[in-house]
């Protein structure tokens, strides 16, 4: 799926689909504030995709980045953010975001593939949706008639990525444990250029 389809306003039935909102619930772990499933970039020790995603608003300000990564709570990582959004952020963020995103995703997926991949797998066929107090754009928000309505990108995301975790062969399962960074300038992590995430698998002979 395109970027532009990813971003098409849906309209979903919470019965009918995997929700998760809060860390601790049946599907928290897909949450990118969720500490589940931790991850390591160019060895730096991570604690969720949430603070992977925010530090890359900022490849210029290693200070600001550092502040972003050491801490411990998803949560946490997103309002230390907030405070250097403004004057920080980097000018064609709006243009990648969801790229990165992606990336961010991959990588928590290759750093635990059997967890998280478990977890995708658990949610079969079914729409994965965030439900959120007020984010459309990433999220769903419920509405008076009790569905929940947004563009849900981070929740279309993740389908896809559960489709590529089902491929299940070794060639793609390497790629899975193997993450290149995405195609974008001036992509730093405190100063250093990101490398790819893990190491590929040897084929048997």
Wanted: charged content about 30%; some cysteine.
């Amino acid at each position: 799926m395109n970027d532009e389809n990813l971003q098409v306003v849906s309209i979903y039935r919470p019965e009918n689909g995997c929700v998760f909102r809060k860390v601790k619930e049946e599907f928290g772990g897909l949450s990118n504030m969720s500490n589940e499933f931790k991850i390591r970039v160019n060895g730096i020790l991570i604690h969720n995709t949430e603070a992977l995603y925010q530090s890359c608003r900022f490849p210029n300000d290693v200070e600001v980045q550092k502040q972003i990564v050491i801490q411990k709570s998803g949560m946490s990582a997103k309002m230390k953010s907030k405070h250097y959004r403004k004057e920080h952020t980097r000018e064609d963020w709006d243009d990648i975001r969801i790229e990165v995103m992606r990336w961010c995703l991959r990588v928590k997926l290759g750093q635990n593939l059997f967890g998280f991949g478990r977890l995708l797998e658990s949610t079969g066929d079914k729409p994965i949706i965030e439900h959120s107090h007020k984010d459309q754009f990433w999220g769903t928000t419920v509405h008076q008639d009790g569905t929940l309505q947004g563009q849900n990108v981070l929740g279309k995301l993740l389908i896809g990525l559960r489709e590529e975790y089902r491929q299940g062969i070794d060639d793609f399962k390497n790629k899975l444990v193997y993450v290149e960074p995405p195609e974008i300038d001036n992509f730093y992590l405190l100063g250093e250029l990101i490398l790819p995430v893990g190491r590929k698998l040897l084929k048997a002979a």
